[in-house]
């Protein structure tokens, strides 16, 4: 029994924590610091350094053996004539 009210409490306790650090955060910056922000040109984007990971290589992998694989998907379309 006081495992089944520790995992209820557990759980509770779980969400409420879920809740609220999912709330949207407290800060609001200043006029000033928004100013800055948009006048330092935040249209500029950084270069992003690809990393090699085993996931991303069996993917590619995978969809390159898998060559005629996608002819077989989607509708057929036949014309009435054709029956």
């Not at 006081?2 to 609220?20: D, M, S, Y």
């Not at 928004?34 to 330092?40: A, F, G, P, Q």
């Amino acid at each position: 029994m006081f495992v089944l009210v520790l995992k209820i409490v557990a759980a509770v306790a779980a969400l409420a924590l879920g809740v609220w650090l999912g709330l949207p955060g407290r800060y609001e910056p200043d006029l000033e610091e928004m100013e800055r922000t948009m006048d330092s040109g935040t249209g500029r984007t950084r270069k992003v350094k690809r990393r090699f990971t085993p996931l991303a290589w069996v993917q590619r992998r995978l969809t390159a053996r898998g060559g005629g694989s996608h002819r077989r998907r989607g509708f057929k379309l036949e014309s009435p004539d054709d029956r």
